[in-house]
């Protein structure tokens, strides 16, 4: 016969009173959230009716106020225009122009009349401003990098310095000429008779 197994058992403590109850496995702290940065003003494009201005990282800006576009045939290739974009900037306080055949490479140029002497054609000016690549970039006329300007902000046109009118020079008055005297007759020495008839008459 085989032997009775006996059956296991627990053996169960009765609680003391006021004993406290066992402590919850401790569960970490949650971390405290980070604080998020304020954020910053949106850029946002395209300006429309207002100015788009561009910053370099060495404090150079460009604000631009009007952009337009130059369209002119080459006798070589008369289906295919050649397209050349101009804005109209202000920089120090003094309109100018940067023009190129894209905005990877906009050269800084004079009055706008100038640029279409020079391209040959007139500029067609946009009603509102475009959506511009960030960064633009400003090459020298042998292509050199020059400047790189990025987007900051769309703001009211700045105020424009009047160009400076040239003075009309005071007319200098002629100097008078004196009236050239009549030949005087050739003088003769002291003490020395010329005789008559010596000058004709």
Not at 49 to 78: C, D, H, W, Y
Not at 156 to 161: E, G, I, Q, R, S
Request: proline share 14%.
């Amino acid at each position: 016969m085989a032997a009775r197994r006996s059956a296991p058992f627990s053996r169960v403590l009765p609680r003391r009173a006021g004993a406290a109850a066992p402590a919850a496995p401790s569960q970490a702290a949650p971390q405290a959230a980070s604080p998020t940065p304020a954020a910053g003003p949106t850029l946002e494009q395209p300006c429309g009716t207002q100015a788009a201005r561009f910053e370099s990282a060495k404090g150079f800006k460009m604000v631009i106020t009007r952009a337009g576009q130059v369209r002119t045939t080459n006798p070589l290739r008369p289906l295919t225009p050649e397209v050349n974009e101009v804005l109209q900037v202000v920089i120090a306080g003094k309109v100018a122009t940067a023009y190129g055949p894209d905005f990877a490479t906009l050269r800084r140029g004079g009055a706008a009349s100038g640029i279409e002497a020079m391209l040959g054609s007139p500029i067609h000016w946009q009603p509102t401003l475009p959506t511009f690549p960030d960064p633009i970039a400003i090459v020298t006329e042998e292509g050199t990098p020059l400047a790189q300007l990025t987007f900051r902000a769309c703001e009211a046109p700045p105020a424009v310095k009047a160009p400076k009118v040239p003075k009309a020079e005071a007319r200098k008055k002629a100097p008078r000429h004196a009236a050239p005297k009549a030949a005087a007759a050739p003088k003769t020495p002291p003490g020395f008779s010329m005789p008559q008839g010596a000058i004709a008459e």
